[in-house]
């Protein structure tokens, strides 16, 4: 999974971010599921419908392994 700030703009270059979340993806077992989608729905109620459908799914990734690039060339791995 990749999250990064940048805007395509000149300054990406000094104050871009990106971090890459690598690990193992597993839909949430029967048993979880409740409660990871009570948590999910705290924060975003208008979607209950859809994530209630029989045809939705809920994922969690196991994350093992960050890998941090800042300033376009630096980069830091750390180890969940």
Do not use: W
């Amino acid at each position: 999974m990749l999250f990064d700030n940048r805007r395509n703009a000149a300054a990406d270059f000094d104050r871009g971010i990106a971090v890459t979340a690598l690990g193992r993806v597993e839909e949430v077992k029967t048993r979880s599921r409740k409660e990871v989608l009570g948590l999910y729905l705290s924060k975003h109620p208008t979607l209950e419908g859809f994530v209630k459908s029989p045809s939705c799914r809920i994922f969690q990734v196991r994350v093992k392994t960050y890998i941090v690039v800042t300033k376009f060339q630096q980069v830091r791995r750390i180890q969940a």
